[in-house]
């Protein structure tokens, strides 16, 4: 793929983002790792006037190339890069119901077998940090540590892929537990999965969720 096309794959899972409802406005961020380094959304600009020129690359040691700068949040998803080899795309959103948890500064417990997608229970949410800091960082690697999500303290949510539509996949995912668990609880609480439950479930994953192609 050309350094075009990785950018139009960009700006399309984007785009897709914000038709999910899981972002409004510019809120929210994209990235994926590419040949010639990480590409990520650029901040403040609407993702529907995103054109591939606009698309800032990142390099390991903290700088850019573009003319538009990198979203604010740049800072996390090259740690997250640096420190989780598998992981080829990134997805940040302020879903309702995914930032509605974070706000109470709720983990998601083991309410569903579904959390086995992002690795087991319970999903963290990851302590409170300033936007674009370090510390914001440091504590979304914590809060991922055997995860490929989280909640994000009075933030949002994040979510890991082999690549980007894998990362956008988790990311629709992610929220959709978060609203199940929030209608749980207005039902008067979730009986939760055993660590037993949660791990057979994990390991029927590896099976189940595997890629699906045709035999011949």
């Known amino acids: 793929m050309s350094g075009a096309g990785w950018r139009r794959e960009l700006i399309a899972a984007a785009r897709e983002m914000a038709a999910r409802g899981l972002a409004v406005g510019t ?13 990520i959304t650029p901040s403040a600009v609407p993702y529907a006037e995103l054109t591939p020129e606009m698309i800032p690359v990142l390099h390991e040691d903290g700088g850019f190339e573009g003319r538009w700068r990198p979203s604010s949040e740049w800072r996390f998803h090259l740690d997250i890069y640096l420190t989780r080899p598998e992981a080829g795309g990134i997805v940040h959103h302020h879903a309702p119901h995914t930032t509605a948890l974070a706000m109470a500064r709720r983990e998601i417990p083991a309410c569903h077998y579904m959390i086995a997608r992002f690795g087991g229970a319970p999903l963290r949410c990851a302590e409170y940090a300033l936007f674009g800091t370090a510390a914001l960082s440091q504590a979304l690697l914590r809060a991922l540590a055997g995860r490929t999500a989280c909640l994000m303290a009075n933030h949002g949510g994040l979510a890991l892929g082999a690549d980007v539509h894998g990362a956008l996949a988790a990311a629709t995912e992610l929220e959709a537990l978060a609203q199940h668990y929030l209608l749980s609880l207005q039902a008067g609480g979730p009986v939760l999965l055993s660590e037993r439950e949660v791990a057979e479930a994990v390991e029927q994953f590896a099976t189940a969720y595997r890629p699906n192609r045709p035999k011949g």
């Open 27 to 39: 809120a929210g961020n994209v990235s994926l790792r590419a040949p010639e380094g990480i590409l």
